[in-house]
């Protein structure tokens, strides 16, 4: 058949997660820059391939038997022991020597120069569809802390990067950040860690309780602490890397803690308590735990007082982590639900037959395009922003942008996640409610990611702080208003019209609350933030499906379309009374990526 044929497939696993998803393929070629997207493709194929059929096996066997802790050893000494399932230690070597992090910040084989982050983020994509929200949260910490000590350190802690960034697995060091404190939560500034400079042994000893910590046993953690005499709030606060080992010893990796029969002796380890794990409705996979920091030696990052900018700047990577996870956890939920639609037969046919169920997956698909449109052109941003600094050079609007899109992405791909993951289950009915199903695990590991680096208010607050105090506003209005002027084809000229007509508005609307009461401004920053979304993706989408009805491909066109119609249009009786039948005559080429040329959705718009 033309398009995929999704009855090929018992389940989504078994497969190539790259080679199905043509959707991230399209993206990751758009926002590669100069030649990468050519040389990274076969990395990202064989990825997709070991994420497909290795890592998604074992995912679901560690989600069953994740990490265990044992604080003390039988004489009572700490040992913050925590022991993985083998499942998941073969995940974390084939993931990191896959270069999931380490192409981003070092050169790979057979190149001169690191990839951009665009690499890094489509990788950490293709390894959400196995291990979702699970080991994608370790990955994603040990970028974001080489990425701070790329930009904070003066050197001291190069032994570190390097283990941050290896791709090999021995001389690799995991990273990890202990932000949250049980009286703080999302106020950083009320963090009570304090840090005192130890002269005899040369480094800083932190005291203080860290409440939710996921990768707790990470070879080098992060973590914000007080400095004796530093002001309160957030500008008192300064970054430390803090090693799970005696840092007089050295960088501690994975394979010197494998050398050792079981864990490290107390005398190898850095002096601080694993409490215990949470037990948490979903992400098993990754040990969250409380942390005792008790006289426990770390390093200052950069300078003394920076540490809620060097946090910013992880959290930004962390965000956009949290918004590509979401996005493929969408990718293996619309995958499941596809192979599902195409297998299963009710009343004599297969269930993808029926007229709601057509509908759904057509919804389901647009919504997946719309969240990974919207999240790659603000990794796009975010990775421009960072070759132009490694360049010596700034790129002002780039970061402008990053910094608008960063949260609104997370904020909304979450929520979509979740209803995308939802639904996936009520598709397969009880059985997809059940543990043997991949489902139920999309969906407890999907919950969290509204909660992750920040909540949906914390993050509504963040957009409206990116436009007024930095005036992302205005690169925002100038990269819509580009993306709209190059749509003039006649079957996007509706849906474009409607775009430009809720743009002005959306633009009014900054407007009007610039001029309001900081409270008011409050109260509208989720509807505003949800409005961005909205109106950017219907502008990214149009201005893309232009160059593919150019290039003689209509798909996009008519994804576009539905986007636009369903998010942004106004109908009459809710659209009951309009006669519209496009999930049932376009489902084949929306669901499918059956093949068709620039002419069907002109003719569908006449």
């Known amino acids: 058949m033309d398009g995929v044929d999704y009855t090929d497939y018992d389940r989504g696993r078994y497969c190539n997660y790259w080679e199905l998803d043509r959707t991230l393929q399209r993206e990751l070629e758009r926002i590669y820059p100069n030649d990468e997207f050519g040389w990274a493709t076969s990395r990202l194929r064989e990825f997709g391939a070991v994420v497909g059929h290795t890592i998604a096996e074992n995912a679901d066997h560690a989600d069953e038997h994740g990490p265990e802790l044992r604080t003390y050893d039988r004489e009572g000494n700490v040992q913050n022991y925590v022991d993985y399932p ?136 992060l973590a914000l602490a007080r400095t004796p005499d530093a002001p309160e709030g ?48 979903g992400t098993t996979n990754v040990p969250t735990g409380e942390v005792e ?41 619309l995958l499941e639900s596809k192979i599902h639609a195409a297998t299963r037969e009710a009343f004599g046919q297969p269930i993808a037959e029926f007229p709601l169920l057509q509908a759904d997956l057509v919804d389901m698909a647009v919504d997946h395009e719309a969240a990974t449109v919207f999240t790659f052109e603000a990794v796009r941003y975010f990775s421009e922003r960072e070759r132009a600094r490694r360049d010596g050079e700034e790129a002002e ?15 909304r791909t979450a929520r979509m996640a979740i209803d995308t993951a939802s639904y996936a289950m009520e598709i397969r009915g009880g059985d997809g409610y059940v543990e043997e199903a991949v489902t139920e695990r999309l969906l407890r590991d999907a919950q969290v990611l509204p909660i ?32 709209l002027d190059t749509v003039d084809h006649p079957t996007l000229a509706d849906a474009a019209e409607t775009v430009e007509s809720e743009y002005h508005d959306l633009l009014s609307a900054m407007a009007d609350l610039a001029g309001r009461d900081e409270e008011y401004a409050q109260l509208s920053a989720k509807r505003l933030a949800n409005y961005i979304f909205d109106v950017f993706t219907g502008a990214l989408l149009l201005t893309q499906a232009q160059t593919e009805l150019e290039a003689g491909n209509g798909r996009l066109a008519l994804v576009a379309r539905r986007f ?43």
Not at 234 to 242: N, Q
Not at 253 to 261: C, H, I, P
Not at 305 to 316: D, P, S, V
């Open 452 to 483: 992750w680096e920040g909540t949906e208010n914390v993050l509504s607050l963040d957009v409206i702080r990116a436009l007024d105090r930095e005036g992302a506003h205005e690169p925002f209005a100038e990269v819509v208003q580009a993306y």
């Open 397 to 411: 609007t780039a970061a402008k942008m990053m910094r608008l899109l960063t949260p609104v992405a997370k904020l």
């Open 234 to 281: 957030t500008a008192g606060l300064s970054m430390f890397l803090v090693p799970h080992g005696d840092p007089e010893r050295g960088a501690l990796t994975k394979g010197d803690r494998e050398a050792f029969d079981g864990n490290p002796p107390a005398a190898v380890l850095n002096r601080q308590r694993y409490r215990r794990l949470k037990d948490k409705l």
């Open 86 to 221: 083998a499942s998941l230690k073969e995940t974390e070597r084939l993931a990191y020597e896959a270069g999931v992090v380490a192409d981003a910040f070092e050169a790979p084989p057979g190149r001169v120069e690191p990839l951009s982050h665009s690499h890094y983020f489509g990788m950490l994509y293709l390894l959400s569809y196995a291990e979702t929200s699970g080991f994608v949260c370790p990955a994603a910490m040990t970028a974001g802390v080489a990425h701070v000590l790329e930009l904070f350190d003066d050197g001291d802690l190069e032994a570190y990067y390097e283990g941050l960034t290896s791709r090999d697995h021995d001389d690799l060091i995991e990273g990890a950040m202990f932000l949250t404190e049980k009286q703080g939560g999302s106020d950083v500034g009320a963090i009570e860690t304090t840090a005192e400079y130890d002269e005899e042994s040369d480094c800083w000893r932190l005291t203080g309780e860290k409440w939710f910590c996921s990768n707790v046993d990470a070879e080098g953690t």
């Open 564 to 606: 636009v119609e369903r998010e942004l249009a106004s109908h009459d009786a809710r659209g009951i009374t309009d006669g519209e039948r496009f999930a049932v005559e376009h489902f084949d080429v929306i669901v499918k990526f059956a093949s068709v040329g620039p002419d069907t959705p002109a003719e569908d718009g006449d």
């Open 293 to 333: 920091f008790e006289g426990t030696k770390a390093y200052l990052v950069g300078q003394k007082e920076r540490g809620f900018e060097q946090m910013a700047e992880m959290l930004n990577l962390e965000r956009l982590s949290n918004a590509v996870g979401a996005c493929g956890i969408m990718g293996r939920a």
